[in-house]
């Protein structure tokens, strides 16, 4: 057991060596060797800048709007869109107007009849919603809307 806790003690005394050194002799401007929780925009280990994949929010969630009319159908929809990564503050923004996207997309639904929801143009629809989010918005603006369903059920 002794043994092990020597040599357990002395692996850790040349670890701790040997880091020192190569940090001691590493060029100033070089980056870092890795990062914990990401790349922050960066490769890794390279130090060349890298476009950001954009975060996809999807807080709105799947609604179920009833339709206006007879018979009664409802549309199953959820809506999610790209932002910036990196706009912490947009994002803030974002999370804080859930129930407003929510109202904006039951409203825009609720007035259409079953036959009208049903021959919906998905396009057309994208674009009033997403004029409608981005009169709301006041750090940014959203660029692009998705359907991740839409369905319209008896």
């Avoid at 060349?48 to 009664?72: C, D, M, Q, T, Y």
């Amino acid at each position: 057991m002794y043994r092990v806790v020597v040599a357990l003690i002395l692996l850790l005394a040349v670890t701790l060596i040997t880091g020192s050194l190569y940090a001691a002799f590493r060029s100033p401007d070089s980056g870092p060797l890795f990062r914990i929780g990401g790349s922050g925009g960066r490769e890794q280990g390279r130090g060349e800048a890298v476009a950001r994949e954009p975060n996809v929010f999807s807080g709105i969630g799947r609604l179920r709007i009833p339709l206006a009319g007879e018979p009664s159908a409802t549309v199953i929809i959820a809506i999610s869109f790209p932002y910036p990564a990196d706009d912490r503050a947009f994002a803030e923004e974002l999370a804080s107007r859930i129930g407003d996207f929510r109202s904006i997309a039951t409203e825009y639904f609720a007035v259409l009849s079953p036959e009208n929801a049903a021959l919906l143009n998905e396009e057309t629809a994208k674009a009033e919603i997403l004029g409608r989010y981005n009169a709301l918005l006041r750090l940014g603006k959203i660029q692009t809307l998705y359907f991740g369903d839409f369905m319209v059920v008896d």
